[in-house]
């Protein structure tokens, strides 16, 4: 199991509308082969940043398939109107026993 | 409840010793007023980049209280030796209904 961050920096003034937009595109993510979840972060320090955090099985269910599919069409036609720069996408896995 | 991002670059080849010295920190974190559990996340891409994620009731807990105590001197003396550069810390909070 490894977990995509995505960076997103949107424009200011846009954060209630983005979320809106975020929650919209939900299912697309939980309907994802390979998709354990989804959370939406926002920072304390710069409100107009956030994470998407996405449990994925492998990498490859994110870049591959995912990214290949309509769901991903669907959340970017959503949430990529708000985007103020292209997201900063890193992968991670926790290195500590559970 | 907030989460703190501690974004933590390591001089390669450390790698194991820097994992080795935050699980032997663990215990500062958990036993931290306001604490409610730690990560450390290992990022695919960039392998000598971390992520500590700390659960704090508060950003003060973290900010003030923990950096005030012997636990965090603790934390640092056992795993400072291994950044490459200051980590950068940022705190966020779900925006996603539970």
Redesign the interface.
């Known amino acids: 199991m ?2 995509e ?1 995505a960076q997103i920096e949107i424009h200011p003034g846009q954060e209630k509308e983005f ?1 809106a937009a ?2 919209k595109a ?1 299912p697309f993510f939980l309907a994802a082969d390979g998709c354990d979840g ?9 409100p107009s940043r ?2 998407l955090t996405v449990r994925w099985e492998t ?1 490859e269910h994110h870049t591959v398939t995912f990214r290949a599919s309509e769901g991903f069409a669907h959340w970017r036609a959503l949430a990529g109107p708000h985007f103020a720069t292209a997201p900063q996408v ?7 026993a559970p």
């Open positions: 490894i977990t961050i979320e975020v929650a939900l989804v959370d939406l972060l926002r920072s304390v320090e710069h956030y994470r990498v890193e992968h991670v896995h926790s290195v500590l």
